[in-house]
């Protein structure tokens, strides 16, 4: 069964950090370029951040110089580190992984798996 599992997500102050980690089962994540999405209520779904099967990567301005994303090939996990966390960053948070090479956090469609998301939330 082809599956991509998130962990990581949890309450956090703002300031503080969090790692989710992306983790594939049934296929190689080498072979995908991989997306991290987020929804918060009552709003769609955006690209955060996302990383080719090349290893480039692109970030929305948003959250530029506070997320970094990397993968793990050997592990076949892909990992967010989200730094200077702010209240607006409270979502959803969501990996997918597309056949393209070259990633995109716009074309959703192109993505051909989802995990199931995991909730991170930023608050005093």
């Known amino acids: 069964q082809l599956q991509l599992v998130e962990s990581g997500g949890g309450l956090v102050q703002p300031g503080g950090s969090l790692r989710l980690s992306c983790a594939a089962s049934g296929f190689t994540l080498d072979y995908y370029a991989i997306g991290w999405f987020r929804q918060a209520p009552g709003k769609e779904r955006e690209g955060v951040s996302c990383?080719?099967?090349?290893?480039?990567?692109n970030y929305a301005d948003s959250v530029k110089g506070r997320f970094t994303i990397s993968r793990d090939n050997a592990k076949n996990t892909v990992y967010v580190q989200m730094n200077s966390l702010k209240p607006e960053d409270t979502a959803v948070y969501y990996c997918a992984a597309s056949r393209n090479y070259y990633c995109s956090r716009y074309a959703i469609q192109e993505y051909d798996y989802w995990g199931q998301g995991t909730q991170v939330t930023v608050s005093l």
């Open positions: 990383i080719s099967r090349g290893g480039g990567t």
